[in-house]
């Protein structure tokens, strides 16, 4: 089944301000492990953060001290807080707007598992980072579980929400490719990338409550333009579902972590690809 990159960007432009209130809480931790995970410092670099959404990676890296440019295909998620972030254009991860060995360093936040060819992403990245620059990229492990996502689902399910065609195409193609080390580590030398290393990391969120864990999944792509088309007292049942659903005690959340890192060790092939 083929990605539909458009339809993803349509979705994730739709999140708007649910993403801040549910995944953000695990987005912004996450982050700091991907920039922390860097083979380069990046005080002072020049570093594009591919797949910016509403800014957790951009926000990691300004505390790095990088100067940062962000891009991400949905354009409603660049525009979450604008005034406060760094300068951004909306960009096709496979086509950047910009030229060969633009950056110091490219950070791709859990994005290139939303693409189906995620070896052209990578290696685009690559292109528009100089030589002795940085790639880094994160993705989920195949481990990656929580009773929460199958209470979510199924209580959305009850007030007629089913997965859209991309999430399911999302779940048995793109994700697939990069749930393994040895998956990562393949999608990085198909992309020209020498000597990849990919860490596996199990990270605690167990401050997170119930109701933050039903947050997170209701601010995802796949849901939060759903939720928003119901009232308020609507909502306020769903999550009170999902909570009855998850049980009184659920397990606390830890997140399986993919985290490549490698360095850009020749010149990029090609000039300018991008669409403007």
């Known amino acids: 089944m083929s990605l539909p990159i458009a339809s993803v960007a349509a979705a994730y432009s739709a999140t708007g301000g649910a993403w801040q209130r549910g995944p953000g809480l695990i987005y912004d931790r996450l ?11 990046l005080t002072e670099r020049l570093v594009l953060d ?20 962000a891009a991400d295909a949905a354009a409603g998620m660049l525009r979450a807080e604008q005034a406060s972030r760094p300068p951004a254009a909306v ?27 995620p070896e052209a992403g990578l290696a685009e990245a690559a ?26 689902d199924a209580a959305a399910g009850e007030l007629g929400w089913f997965p859209p065609s991309w ?6 193609d793109a994700l697939t490719k ?13 992309a020209g990338l020498g000597e990849p290393h990919v860490a596996h990391y199990l990270v605690d969120f167990a401050d997170l409550t119930a109701d933050d864990l039903v947050r997170w999944r209701l601010g995802l792509a796949q849901l939060a333009p759903f939720v928003a088309t119901l009232d308020a007292d609507t909502v306020a049942c769903l999550h009170a579902r999902a909570l009855e659903l998850l049980g009184p005690e659920p397990p606390p959340l830890c997140r399986s972590v993919l985290v490549l890192t490698a ?14």
Do not use: Q, W
């Open 178 to 190: 990069l749930a393994r080390p040895e998956g990562v580590a393949a999608a990085a030398r198909a």
């Open 50 to 69: 591919l797949g910016a959404g509403t800014g957790a990676a951009s926000r990691a890296l300004a505390r790095a001290g990088s100067r940062v440019v």
């Open 127 to 152: 292109r528009v980072t100089r030589p002795g620059g940085a790639i880094v990229a994160s993705s989920y492990a195949e481990d990656d579980a929580h009773p929460v996502k199958e209470a979510v």
């Open 263 to 276: 360095l850009v060790l020749r010149a990029p092939i090609g000039g300018h690809r991008g669409g403007g």
């Open 167 to 172: 999430y399911g195409a999302l779940k048995t």
């Open 31 to 41: 982050s700091d492990l991907v920039v922390d995970a860097s083979p380069m410092p």
């Open 91 to 117: 960009a096709d991860a496979h086509a950047l707007p910009f030229p060969a060995a633009s950056f110091d360093a490219v950070v791709a936040a859990f994005c290139l598992n939303h693409l189906t060819d």
